[in-house]
């Protein structure tokens, strides 16, 4: 089994910044790829960024610029740092790891910004 716990979401004013984190533990295999994704009320969970096993990322287009995704391999945690924010971006942020074909997600944290 492998196990995901976000951290370092909370309340911030726009244009602020936060910095989540989301640590690995369990039967943890080299090749796979890590994302976040975000949830907002109402709304269907959306892609934020993936990073594989080699660092490479990818973004959701409208928020390229603004939000930077990060891994640490020696430490099993996945970062995503979120910089000049906006109301918009309130939303529970998942984790999501993506190894030997299967998923795994972990409990989310919430991010409110406010205006």
């Known amino acids: 089994q492998v196990q995901l716990v976000e951290s370092g979401g909370g309340l911030v004013q726009a244009g602020g910044s936060l910095r989540l984190s989301c640590a690995v533990s369990?039967?943890?295999?080299?090749?796979?790829?890590m994302g976040w994704y975000r949830q907002a009320p109402g709304k269907q969970r959306e892609l934020v960024a993936t990073?594989?096993?080699?660092?490479?990322?990818t973004y959701a287009a409208s928020l390229k610029g603004r939000f930077t995704i990060s891994r640490d391999n020696a430490k099993n945690t996945i970062y995503l740092q979120m910089n000049s924010l906006k109301p918009e971006d309130t939303a529970v942020y998942y984790c999501?790891?993506?190894?030997?074909?299967?998923?795994?997600w972990g409990q989310g944290t919430q991010v409110t910004v406010s205006s």
């Open positions: 999501k790891r993506v190894q030997e074909g299967y998923e795994y």
């Open positions: 369990g039967r943890i295999f080299s090749i796979n790829v």
């Open positions: 990073i594989g096993n080699t660092g490479i990322p």
